[in-house]
């Protein structure tokens, strides 16, 4: 089963020093994301602070699901998404992305009280990653061994995307298959936390950048930077932003509605874009300070 998120139009606002500008965008196509349903609670994975868990749905596949009702609520779940579908726009490997229906009774027979409250909390459509089973985590010193280039586009993806959760302590990569996948992207965008003005952000430095686990390899990122923005056009952020389900964009009211929520977050991600020599020379100063 699918999920279909689609609108005929946006309307951008774009701005810079000289004034505003506004523009319709007519979207061409539709991005998909299959819709699966959890049969079974398997085992929480209790290393992440939103205690996501694996779990096995109508399709006879395991997944790791990540709760509506956990930590930052349906923010996370948007990060988690966004920043997925961003990463696999740019060429970069990550687990199949599902939004998973999930009823509050599945957590009826679980012993943990805690569990019980976060299923129930949790009730309705969720997001859940393709569990990896056999995955060994990636360590700080399997660094060395990666390309240039592709540790560049890494860096940048983190950096383009504001993604705190790649360092030697918590690389959130894994090898799978001889693969290395890249995972657990819900503390990206965490400009959605602060006010509802994200076109504020979008420009910053992102000073986090030199904690990155794979800042010592990073040697190309001028060349990743022409490489990757060009992966990025308008209509394929937008296809990504209009997966966001309109029941995670219910309720805040510093939107007229979840297509102007959606809109705000293509505006982000389109002026990052647009000046993402911003993030690129602070990578760039942070590893002169490394060496």
Same mark, same amino acid.
């Given at each position: 089963?699918?999920?279909?998120?689609?609108?005929?139009?946006?309307?951008?606002?774009?701005?810079?020093?000289?004034?505003c500008i506004e523009r319709y965008v007519f979207l061409e196509k539709c991005m998909m994301l299959r819709t699966v349903t959890a049969t079974r609670y398997v085992t929480p994975l209790r290393e992440g602070g939103s205690l996501p868990a694996i779990v096995e749905a109508d399709d006879d596949g395991l997944y790791v699901l990540k709760f509506r009702g956990s930590g930052h609520g349906p923010k996370a779940l948007i990060a988690e998404l966004v920043a997925g579908e961003v990463a696999r726009a740019l060429g970069l490997p990550v687990p199949e992305i599902v939004f998973m229906e999930l009823d509050p009774v599945l957590g009826r027979t679980e012993p943990d009280f805690e569990i019980q409250e976060l299923v129930k909390a949790s009730a309705g459509l969720n997001l859940a990653l393709d569990f990896l089973p056999g995955a060994l985590a990636f360590d700080a010193l399997d660094a060395i061994g990666l390309e240039p280039m592709f540790?560049?586009?890494i860096l940048w993806f983190d950096a383009y995307v504001t993604n705190v959760d790649r360092t030697p302590r918590n690389t959130n990569m894994l090898w799978w298959h001889r @693969? +290395?996948?890249?995972?657990d992207h819900g503390s990206t965008l965490y400009f959605h936390h602060v006010n509802s003005n994200y076109i504020e952000r979008s420009r910053i430095a992102f000073s986090p950048i030199k904690n990155h686990v794979l800042l010592p390899v990073a040697t190309a990122?001028?060349?990743a930077d022409r490489h990757l923005k060009a992966k990025l056009p308008t209509a394929v952020l937008q296809d990504i932003v209009n997966l966001i389900p309109d029941s995670w964009l219910d309720g805040d009211s510093s939107f007229l509605d979840p297509v102007a929520h959606r809109v705000a977050?293509?505006?982000?991600?389109?002026? @990052? +874009?647009a000046h993402s020599d911003i993030f690129v020379e602070e990578a760039l100063r942070a590893r002169e300070q490394l060496v």
């Open positions: 089963m699918s999920r279909r998120q689609c609108h005929e139009t946006y309307l951008l606002v774009q701005c810079d020093k000289l004034g540790a560049s586009s @693969r +290395l996948m890249l995972i990122l001028p060349e977050y293509l505006d982000y991600l389109l002026d @990052r +874009l």
